[in-house]
């Protein structure tokens, strides 16, 4: 696919089944990933591939982290959070790895991570799959944060889940209008 049709045509798809990327093309999704600008080139980024059974250890950790978050939640509760990161074949969490740089501020890394991140999605839907980035509670979770490997000021950006759509998704149309402006001069106090 051409890249400027991938990025028009781009859509998220909630409702995923496999097949999934394979190994080799998880590789090209990631090589797209770390061409995301990056200020100082300080990688402030960590891919986990999440498949297979790993799915279900996830869907423990969740549930494990709600348990802290609501020990009140009940077991229906639980059971859907558990079953969360079976929605997809294919999971890649994005984590920001913050480092303490003199000129890169904390937001500027995570704005790397962000690139990466939708330079997977764009990639992923190029190859003819389809995903949505999810965060929710679990992204902020110092219970999964630890588990994921996340230390210090990391962030985890997003639970990225890919797979094939299970029905093609409808693009909406959009106005740009109200999004754009032309700035011709500093406004007057
Ligand atoms: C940082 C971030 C976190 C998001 N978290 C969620 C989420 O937890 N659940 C969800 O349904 N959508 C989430 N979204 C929105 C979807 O990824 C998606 O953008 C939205 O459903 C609109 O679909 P579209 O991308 O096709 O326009 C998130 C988006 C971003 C950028």
Redesign the pocket.
């Known amino acids: 696919m051409e890249a400027i049709d991938a990025l028009l045509s781009?859509?998220?798809s909630?409702m995923l089944e496999f097949p999934a990327p394979s190994q080799k093309e998880i590789q090209i999704l990631l090589q797209a990933a770390v061409r995301a600008p990056d200020h100082c080139r300080l990688r402030p980024w960590k891919f986990l591939i999440v498949k297979n059974d790993a799915r279900e250890a996830l869907g423990d950790v969740m549930v494990e982290a709600l348990k802290i978050r609501d020990p009140k939640a009940t077991d229906a509760m639980l059971e859907k959070t558990r079953g969360k990161p079976l929605r997809a074949p294919l999971i890649i969490v994005v984590i920001a790895k913050i480092k303490e740089h003199p000129k890169v501020p904390n937001v500027e890394q995570i704005l790397s991570a962000?690139a990466a991140t939708q330079n997977i999605m764009i990639a992923a839907h190029a190859l003819g799959y389809a995903g949505?980035?999810?965060?929710?509670a679990p992204?902020f979770d110092e219970h999964v944060r630890v588990s994921l490997g996340a230390t210090g000021k990391d962030q985890i950006?997003?639970f990225l889940y890919l797979g094939t759509a299970s029905k093609k998704?409808v693009l909406?149309t959009e106005s740009m209008d109200e999004y754009i402006d032309y700035w011709t001069g500093a406004q007057k106090k």
């Open positions: 781009r859509k998220s909630a962000g949505i980035w999810r965060s929710g992204c950006v997003g998704p909406p």
